[in-house]
C-alpha cells in the first residue's frame, strides 16, 4: 500500500522509518513546510514529496499519518476523511476539547476510520496485563497505579503550546487505565508541585503532579506524573485485586535503584527515552493502522477514545486549578 505522512519532525521522522520497513507498506509520500526535512525523509526512505497536504491526499495515497503540530490535526484529519483517506494522527485530536468534538462532529457520517495515537494499547506487557483483567485472573480490582516520569522536560515552547501537563503526558496514563481495565473515570482530584524548570511554572503548569481517579465500579487509581527524573524515562503499571497482582514495566531497564541488602534488580541500563521505551509498541501501532486501511480491523483507538482521556485531563486541570474534586461529567461537554 501507498501511506502518506503530513509531519516530518522527530516523531513523523521515526514514522517514516518505522512504515519504510513495514511488509505492507509499498512506498511513501511525504509532506512538511519544511521542505528541507521532506526532502531528507525522501533522500532516506525512498519516498515522494508532495508540495501540500492538499497534493498528497490527491496523489493516490491508500492512508494518511498526520504526525504535524497540534494546530494542524483537526484541519488534516477532516481533510482526509472527507478525501475518504484511512488516517491515522498523533494524538490529541486537537489543541482544545472544544475543537476535538468539532472535528468529531465534522467526520460523523463518514465510513472513514480513523485512529488516535496512543502506542502504550501495543506494549506486549500492556497487552497481557489487559488480558489478565479481562480473564478476571485479578479478581475484582481495588487498585491501579500509573506512572509516567519524564527525564527531563520538554523545551519552553513546547510547554507553553502543550496544553498543560494533565493534556500533554498525563492523558496516556488516563488512556492506558481506561483501556486495560475496561472501566470509565467518573472523579479525580490532582494535586501539583513547581520544584524543577522555572519555565514550566512561568507557562501556568506544574511540572510535577498527582492525581486520584474514581473508576465507575469504585476501583481507586493513582496517576504519578513528573517531567524531572534524574534516572530516566519511567514508565509503569500495577494493578491489584482481590486474586492477583500484576505490573508493567518491572524489567531490567527500569529506572530505578534498588536499595535493598544483596539486591541486584534492575540490572539493564535504564530507558532514557520514550522512543526507546516503546519502540516496539510504535511499531505494532502503526502495523495495525495498515490492517485498518486495509479494512481487515476497525480502529483500535478512535476520536471517542482520544476524547475520553481528554476529559479526564481537563477535569484534572481543573481540580488542580480549584484544590477541590471534580466530576468528569462535571467538565463534559458537546
Known amino acids: 500500500?501507498?501511506?502518506?505522512?503530513?509531519?516530518?519532525?522527530?516523531?513523523?521522522?521515526?514514522?517514516?522509518?518505522?512504515?519504510?520497513?513495514?511488509?505492507?507498506?509499498?512506498?511513501?509520500?511525504?509532506?512538511?513546510?519544511?521542505?528541507?526535512?521532506?526532502?531528507?525523509?525522501?533522500?532516506?526512505?525512498?519516498?515522494?514529496?508532495?508540495?501540500?497536504?492538499?497534493?498528497?491526499?490527491?496523489?493516490?495515497?491508500?492512508?494518511?499519518?498526520?504526525?504535524?503540530?497540534?494546530?494542524?490535526?483537526?484541519?488534516?484529519?477532516?481533510?482526509?476523511?472527507?478525501a475518504g483517506v484511512p488516517v491515522f494522527c498523533e494524538k490529541p485530536v486537537a489543541r482544545t476539547m472544544t475543537e476535538g468534538v468539532d472535528v468529531l462532529k465534522a467526520v460523523a457520517g463518514h465510513d472513514v476510520p480513523v485512529q488516535i495515537g496512543f502506542n502504550r494499547r501495543f506494549d506486549a506487557a500492556y497487552a497481557a496485563a489487559r488480558a489478565a483483567v479481562r480473564a478476571g485472573e485479578l479478581g475484582k480490582l481495588h487498585t491501579v497505579r500509573s506512572t509516567t516520569l519524564d527525564p527531563a522536560p520538554p523545551p519552553p515552547a513546547y510547554v507553553a503550546a502543550s496544553g498543560g501537563i494533565f493534556r500533554d503526558c498525563s492523558v496516556h496514563d488516563f488512556d492506558i487505565i481506561r483501556w486495560v481495565t475496561g472501566r470509565e473515570v467518573t472523579e479525580v482530584y490532582a494535586v501539583g508541585g513547581n520544584r524543577g524548570a522555572s519555565y514550566i511554572r512561568e507557562a501556568g503548569d506544574a511540572d510535577t503532579t498527582g492525581a486520584v481517579l474514581t473508576l465507575d465500579d469504585g476501583t481507586i487509581a493513582v496517576v504519578s506524573n513528573s517531567r524531572h527524573n534524574g534516572r530516566g524515562h519511567d514508565v509503569r503499571m500495577e494493578l491489584h485485586g482481590f486474586d492477583d497482582s500484576v505490573a508493567v514495566g518491572l524489567e531490567d531497564r527500569l529506572p530505578l535503584r534498588s536499595v535493598e541488602p544483596g539486591a541486584t534488580f534492575p540490572a539493564g541500563t535504564p530507558h532514557d527515552f520514550f522512543m526507546d521505551r516503546f519502540a516496539a509498541a510504535y511499531r505494532a501501532e502503526l502495523g495495525a493502522f495498515t490492517e485498518v486501511v486495509a479494512?481487515?480491523?476497525?480502529?483500535?483507538?478512535?476520536?471517542?477514545?482520544?476524547?475520553?482521556?481528554?476529559?479526564?485531563?481537563?477535569?484534572?486541570?481543573?481540580?488542580?486549578?480549584?484544590?477541590?474534586?471534580?466530576?468528569?461529567?462535571?467538565?463534559?461537554?458537546?
Open 1 to 82: 500500500m501507498r501511506i502518506g505522512i503530513l509531519g516530518l519532525g522527530r516523531i513523523g521522522a521515526f514514522h517514516a522509518e518505522t512504515l519504510s520497513e513495514l511488509d505492507a507498506v509499498d512506498s511513501l509520500v511525504v509532506a512538511d513546510p519544511a521542505a528541507d526535512a521532506a526532502r531528507t525523509a525522501a533522500d532516506l526512505f525512498g519516498a515522494e514529496v508532495a508540495a501540500s497536504p492538499q497534493a498528497l491526499l490527491a496523489a493516490g495515497v491508500d492512508g494518511v499519518v498526520v504526525a504535524a503540530a497540534t494546530d494542524a490535526h483537526p484541519e488534516l484529519i477532516v481533510a482526509a476523511v472527507e
Open 295 to 334: 479494512g481487515t480491523r476497525t480502529s483500535p483507538c478512535t476520536i471517542e477514545d482520544a476524547l475520553e482521556a481528554g476529559w479526564i485531563a481537563e477535569a484534572c486541570t481543573l481540580s488542580l486549578r480549584e484544590h477541590r474534586p471534580v466530576t468528569v461529567a462535571e467538565v463534559r461537554r458537546g
